[in-house]
């Protein structure tokens, strides 16, 4: 069992990553519920032409901290695991940008959906650590609470700009 503790925050969508950012193309489906886990996804991320696909299932534990348990599946899995998708939900794409900056993991997804936003996410060891994002990261608003910008919501419901936007 993992834990999963991140900031989230919709930012102005970048121009531009630093150098030596890896990025990956990133394709998920989210799965009928099953057992305690309020998400189960399958994840296929290509990265420099390599497809690593993954079976999540996590829960919200307190604050923003979630249980988390993932492992690699083969492809052939992923795609039996297809017949299990939420038809409510279904599934997104994206292309996560990653890149450490002062001790801590910037994730950046870029969606096909928004042309002037992306969200950016901060991985930490605890709900109180500090952390600081790059002077050039125009932060829009921070979302960490806000269900509606959880991948699983943004695959049923995509928020107009004017939802987010009149937070600040």
Do not use: C
């Amino acid at each position: 069992m993992g834990r999963e503790i991140e900031k989230k925050f919709i930012i102005g969508k970048p121009s531009a990553f630093p150098i030596g950012t890896a990025a990956s193309r990133i394709e998920q489906y989210f799965l009928t519920p099953a057992g305690d886990y309020d998400t189960r996804r399958i994840r296929a991320r290509t990265t420099d032409g390599k497809t690593v696909y993954t079976y999540t299932e996590k829960r919200l534990l307190h604050g923003f901290t979630r249980e988390e348990n993932e492992r690699e599946i083969s492809e052939s899995e992923f795609n039996a695991l297809k017949n299990e998708i939420d038809p409510a939900i279904g599934g997104l794409v994206k292309t996560r940008y990653v890149y450490p900056y002062r001790g801590h993991s910037i994730e950046t997804d870029v969606f096909p959906f928004w042309e002037e936003y992306a969200i950016l996410e901060v991985e930490l060891e605890s709900e109180d650590e500090s952390f600081e994002l790059p002077d050039n990261v125009k932060i829009i608003a921070d979302v960490t609470a806000d269900k509606r910008f959880t991948n699983k919501s943004l695959a049923r419901r995509v928020p107009a700009p004017e939802e987010f936007l009149r937070r600040t």
